[in-house]
């Protein structure tokens, strides 16, 4: 008798996990689901992915090796000047608080001149002795992340040059637009600091 | 069996060589590089610059050509100044002096 029940349960609920996995897959074919960034997710899907990539990120990323020479002048040079050609588009500079892809990517980009306190979307800290965060930081930039407009440098660039402008956004909340302009410039006398 | 170790050994590299060459490369922006405005350093505050911070060597090392060339492009142009000027003294001394060769004619 208990076995009949047990047996009757599991039937139940593989029928359950069966209709839910259709239902599933008949809302993604029904193309109900609104793609367009300029329509927000709501809390309940916006949380689960947040978590889903901050838990992602930390458990990849818990094994980076970070180089002890972060504090050099040379690599925040070399970090700045690629960090002006390749991100201020999303992630801003000095004195300009908004781009077109900041204002139009969805999730928006974390806005890299002002720290995490300052506007509440956690980039990672700004401090040296921030292993966890300097190894995020690093991740992100080499790996990307799906479906976010980030995308991987890892395939183009050295982890030299990725711990490099890891090293650069350290101090970048703190600089003003002129020593921004300074420190990112290529000039003609710059050897590329690569 | 050596010939196709030997096709990794030259495929292999070939093929890094050809994806490190699809790397943003920094000189593909150096036709629009700005130059930095060292200029802006002489206006800040140096009693509050703590050299050594590494934002403040970075601008140090990445201004000092430039500040070089500056220092001495006036120096240059003082020397022409000075060279211009001294010119002027001497055709004024040339002009008080009586000319020698007038005195022949």
Redesign the interface.
């Known amino acids: 008798m208990a076995s009949f029940k047990l047996l009757s349960c599991i039937k139940c609920l593989t029928v359950a996990a069966g209709v839910v996995a259709l239902a599933g897959v008949g809302y993604l074919y029904s193309g109900i689901y609104p793609m367009g960034a300029d329509d927000q997710h709501n809390d309940l899907t916006y949380w689960a992915l947040e978590t889903l990539r901050e838990r992602s990120i930390a458990r990849a990323s818990g094994d980076i090796e970070v180089p002890t020479d972060l504090n050099s002048s040379e690599r925040l040079l070399a970090g700045g000047a690629d960090y002006n050609d390749m991100c201020t588009g999303c992630h801003l500079k000095p004195g300009k608080t908004e781009s077109d892809f900041s204002i139009g990517l969805y999730p928006s980009p974390p806005n890299l001149t002002l720290t995490a306190d300052a506007h509440g979307h956690d980039h990672g800290g700004h401090s040296e002795t921030d292993i966890p965060a300097l190894r995020r930081q690093f991740w992100i930039i080499k790996h990307g992340i799906k479906a976010s407009g980030m995308p991987a440098w890892g395939p183009t660039h050295s982890d030299e040059r990725i711990w490099n402008m890891v090293v650069f956004l350290q101090r970048l909340p703190e600089l003003s637009p002129q020593q921004y302009q300074i420190l990112t410039a290529r000039g003609e006398d710059d050897d590329g600091h690569h | 069996m050596k010939h196709l170790s030997l096709c990794y050994f030259v495929a292999l590299p070939a093929m890094l060589l050809s994806?490190s060459a699809?790397?943003?490369d920094?000189?593909e922006?150096?036709k629009e590089?700005?130059?930095?405005?060292?200029a802006?350093?002489k206006?800040?505050d140096h009693a509050n610059m703590d050299m050594k911070d590494?934002?403040m060597?970075?601008?140090m090392?990445?201004?000092m050509?430039?500040m070089h060339k500056d220092e001495e492009g006036e120096h240059e142009a003082h020397g022409d100044e000075g060279h211009a000027d001294q010119g002027k003294q001497d055709e004024k001394a040339d002009e008080k002096k009586p000319a020698k060769h007038q005195h022949k004619q």
């Open positions: 994806l699809q790397a943003h920094p000189k922006h150096m590089a700005q130059a930095p405005d060292c802006a350093m206006d800040m590494p934002v060597q970075a601008m090392q990445k201004c050509n430039a």
